[in-house]
């Protein structure tokens, strides 16, 4: 579930979901309809002529005759003239709106979140392993700041961009596994994008629809402020804030991803470690032969000080460097640097339930 606009999200169900629906809804019309099926006892009229002139098994269908008219039978079951009897469920279209029902329940639940974009709006569910757990998603600067600048090739790289393309990534990822997510930063018009360079622009708002200060400090305590206020409204949740920033260094210095914690939250540091943990897992995995050189350690930082949910300061590397830069251009990297995040908040959230 991702909480974004008002109203908070927006939920759409597929048309072949409708239709499956509508086939439940007329097949279960039509067994209510038949539930009330009536027949008037004629001279002659036993239950074994009235069953199979209705098309009815009599073997299968006696009880249930009884069970439904046992109030207006007479002697040994039998028939009254003039008597109006209620004629038993058919059990083939019992069995058919069994089928459909259990085909609905098969289909995997789809949700649209226009926030991503026309490519990346409809999310399919894939599991419920982070259902309960809320996180406040924010990526760095924007509005009229536009963060740390780069340049490659001629194009400018803007950090609120870049930083807020992984964002989206990550939060799409999460309520594909069950989460509800609030983007404190967000852009009414940017989705996931796919291009190299992201175009620089300054329309981004924070939470819940509040134009961005120029002032840095303005812009900490209003990001701040509106996740505590979220905190408060989920009390007793599982909550977690993820501030996804990218650093500004010498163009000769080349850095991994890595992590801050405020000094006085062992749940940070804790979030922290299994973050860089899972990236040290997927580079062994992916790129063996390169190593990994991120570092976790705390850090004086306004929004994780003062935030009271627990919170991690990603740094996704150095936008001057032509490796890292490849890191924040290539959509692919974008996405494999927001899945590793994801798998690195589902150990941790699996490691705080225990």
């Known amino acids: 579930?991702?909480?974004?606009?008002?109203?908070?999200?927006?939920?759409?169900?597929?048309?072949?979901?409708?239709?499956?629906?509508?086939?439940?809804?007329?097949?279960?019309?039509?067994?209510?309809?038949?539930?009330?099926?009536?027949?008037k006892a004629k001279k002659g009229d036993g239950i074994y002529s009235v069953l199979?002139?209705?098309?009815?098994?009599?073997?299968?269908?006696?009880?249930?005759?009884?069970?439904?008219?046992?109030?207006?039978?007479?002697?040994?079951?039998?028939?009254?003239?003039?008597?109006v009897y209620r004629l038993p469920l058919k059990t083939d279209t019992i069995a058919e709106v069994q089928k459909i029902q259990a085909k609905i329940e098969a289909l995997p639940e789809k949700t649209v979140y226009e926030i991503f974009g026309k490519k990346y709006?409809?999310?399919?569910?894939?599991?419920?392993?982070?259902?309960?757990?809320?996180?406040?998603?924010?990526s760095?600067?924007?509005?009229?700041?536009?963060?740390?600048?780069?340049?490659?090739?001629?194009?400018?790289?803007?950090e609120d961009e870049y930083a807020y393309d992984v964002t989206l990534r990550l939060a799409r990822n999460l309520i594909e596994r069950g989460?509800?997510?609030?983007?404190?930063?967000r852009d009414p018009n940017d989705g996931i994008r796919d291009e190299q360079y992201l175009a620089p622009d300054k329309d981004e708002v924070c939470y819940p629809d509040n134009e961005i200060p120029l002032s840095q400090l303005a812009r900490l305590k209003q990001s701040t402020a509106a996740v505590n206020s979220l905190h408060a409204l989920n009390k007793k949740k599982f909550q977690r804030l993820v501030v996804i920033h990218v650093d500004s260094r010498s163009e000769k210095e080349n850095i991994d991803v890595f992590f801050y914690h405020d000094k006085g939250s062992n749940t940070g540091k804790r979030m922290a470690n299994t973050l860089k943990e899972t990236f040290e897992k997927k580079y062994a995995e992916h790129q063996p032969n390169r190593g990994y050189s991120g570092s976790v350690?705390?850090?004086?930082?306004?929004?994780i000080k003062n935030?009271?949910?627990?919170?991690?300061?990603?740094?996704?590397?150095?936008?001057?460097h032509t490796r890292d830069q490849q890191r924040f251009i290539n959509p692919d990297n974008?996405?494999?640097?927001?899945?590793?995040l994801r798998d690195g908040l589902i150990d941790d959230f699996k490691k705080s339930i225990k």
């Open 1 to 39: 579930m991702l909480k974004i606009l008002n109203p908070p999200y927006i939920k759409a169900h597929y048309p072949y979901q409708i239709i499956v629906s509508g086939i439940l809804i007329f097949f279960c019309f039509q067994l209510s309809a038949q539930e009330y099926q009536t027949y």
């Open 52 to 83: 199979k002139q209705n098309g009815y098994s009599y073997t299968e269908s006696l009880n249930q005759f009884i069970e439904l008219n046992k109030s207006k039978l007479g002697k040994e079951n039998a028939l009254i003239i003039g008597k």
């Open 121 to 138: 709006r409809e999310i399919t569910i894939k599991s419920k392993e982070l259902a309960g757990a809320i996180y406040y998603l924010e």
């Open 140 to 158: 760095g600067h924007g509005g009229p700041d536009p963060g740390a600048i780069g340049n490659l090739n001629g194009h400018i790289l803007c």
């Open 179 to 185: 989460a509800t997510v609030y983007l404190i930063i």
């Open 297 to 303: 350690s705390d850090r004086n930082l306004y929004v």
């Open 307 to 320: 935030a009271v949910s627990p919170a991690v300061f990603i740094e996704l590397g150095n936008i001057n």
């Open 334 to 340: 974008r996405q494999a640097v927001a899945n590793w």
